[in-house]
């Protein structure tokens, strides 16, 4: 049986970013967590601790130690060179821009040792598209977490016709030892499965608002009361947080341009960025 995956990095300190780092080091890994410069690393560093009290509050483990311990285990930096030194396993958790991805993956490929596995968070792109710039296509693959990891624990996994079947095995087990439930695609599917469902629920919401047919609040009162669900697709945007839809629909075709800019003049230029920034399409204390 092939050795534990315990030394994570995680590339890029977002939302969800430093959530999959502080998860991983809740649950025992060794984690640095990477992000471009110490100004951006100050801003992960109050996230983190945001997250230690949201555990504390939250999750039922995070007690004698447990939440202080994994504090202990996360490093900062931004060095990529000695954020990658001696991984088991790096996850991308950047911008959603495939350019970008490819750049950084091409500098993790050159700067890791051999036995790093590669892994990207992207939520729409497919591994086929990124894999050749790590220069390891046999040890990438996609590995794909929702937002609020320490309840909404799935995590989905996907390879490419060239991933090593034994490194695919090798994530399914490092998510399970994370606390996530492993769900495993059995071919290349834009959007995963989570994506798949949600982005097109998330489309025709922002189309319902922006279009001016409905306000946000009573597109997602019409959708709780007609589902029964928890939360209506403007909630669920706040909790995502508002730039990773926003990347998703620049880069898509003309119409959804039009909501990405509408998403931008609206929302994003005026700070109102969702739950993190105490504003989105709702206000949040």
Same mark, same amino acid.
Not at 25 to 32: E, I, L, R, Y
Not at 132 to 146: C, E, M, N, Q, V
Not at 214 to 220: G, H, I
């Given at each position: 049986?092939?050795?534990?995956?315990?030394?994570?990095?995680?590339?890029?300190?977002?939302?969800?970013?430093?959530?999959? +780092?502080? %998860?991983?080091?809740?649950?025992?890994?060794?984690?640095? =967590?990477?992000?471009?410069?110490?100004?951006?690393?100050?801003? =992960?560093?109050?996230?983190?601790?945001?997250? !230690?009290?949201?555990?504390? $509050?939250?999750?039922?483990?995070? /007690? *004698?130690?447990?939440?202080? #311990?994994?504090?202990?285990?996360?490093?900062?930096? !931004? &060095?990529?060179?000695?954020?990658?030194? *001696?991984? &088991?396993?790096?996850?991308?958790?950047?911008?959603?821009?495939?350019?970008?991805?490819? %750049?950084?993956?091409?500098?993790?490929?050159?700067?890791?040792?051999?036995?790093?596995?590669?892994?990207?968070?992207? !939520?729409?792109?497919?591994?086929?598209?990124?894999?050749?710039?790590?220069? $390891?296509? &046999? $040890?990438?693959?996609?590995?794909?977490?929702?937002?609020?990891?320490? %309840?909404?624990?799935?995590?989905?996994?996907?390879?490419?016709?060239?991933? *090593?079947?034994?490194?695919?095995?090798?994530?399914?087990?490092?998510?399970?030892?994370?606390?996530?439930?492993?769900?495993?695609?059995?071919?290349?599917? +834009?959007?995963?499965?989570?994506?798949?469902?949600?982005?097109?629920?998330?489309? =025709?919401?922002?189309?319902?608002? +922006?279009?001016?047919?409905?306000?946000?609040?009573?597109?997602?009162?019409?959708? $709780?009361?007609?589902?029964?669900?928890?939360?209506?697709?403007?909630?669920?945007?706040?909790?995502?947080?508002?730039?990773?839809?926003?990347?998703?629909?620049?880069?898509?075709? #003309?119409?959804? %341009?039009?909501?990405?800019?509408?998403?931008?003049?609206?929302?994003?230029? /005026?700070?109102?960025?969702?739950?993190?920034?105490?504003?989105?399409?709702?206000?949040?204390?």
């Amino acid at each position: 049986m092939s050795a534990a995956i315990t030394k994570v990095t995680v590339l890029g300190t977002g939302v969800l970013g430093s959530q999959i +780092a502080y %998860q991983s080091a809740f649950k025992g890994c060794t984690v640095t =967590a990477y992000d471009i410069n110490d100004d951006v690393l100050a801003t =992960a560093r109050k996230r983190f601790a945001t997250l !230690s009290e949201t555990y504390a $509050r939250e999750v039922p483990d995070a /007690k *004698d130690g447990a939440n202080e #311990a994994a504090l202990t285990r996360l490093t900062l930096t !931004s &060095d990529l060179a000695a954020a990658v030194s *001696d991984a &088991d396993l790096v996850i991308e958790a950047i911008p959603e821009v495939a350019d970008l991805k490819r %750049q950084t993956f091409q500098k993790v490929g050159e700067l890791a040792p051999a036995k790093t596995i590669i892994a990207t968070n992207s !939520s729409t792109l497919l591994p086929s598209e990124l894999k050749d710039s790590t220069g $390891r296509p &046999d $040890r990438f693959l996609a590995l794909h977490f929702a937002n609020r990891v320490w %309840q909404l624990n799935t995590a989905e996994i996907m390879g490419t016709p060239d991933t *090593d079947p034994a490194v695919y095995s090798r994530v399914v087990e490092f998510a399970k030892a994370i606390g996530m439930v492993p769900i495993e695609l059995h071919k290349e599917k +834009a959007g995963y499965v989570l994506n798949s469902l949600l982005v097109p629920f998330l489309h =025709a919401a922002a189309e319902l608002a +922006a279009g001016g047919y409905a306000d946000p609040a009573d597109v997602d009162t019409t959708w $709780r009361i007609g589902t029964g669900a928890p939360l209506g697709p403007f909630q669920i945007y706040d909790i995502i947080g508002l730039n990773t839809p926003y990347n998703i629909m620049a880069h898509g075709d #003309a119409e959804s %341009q039009q909501l990405a800019a509408w998403l931008k003049t609206n929302y994003i230029d /005026k700070g109102k960025l969702g739950v993190e920034s105490g504003e989105g399409f709702y206000k949040y204390t």
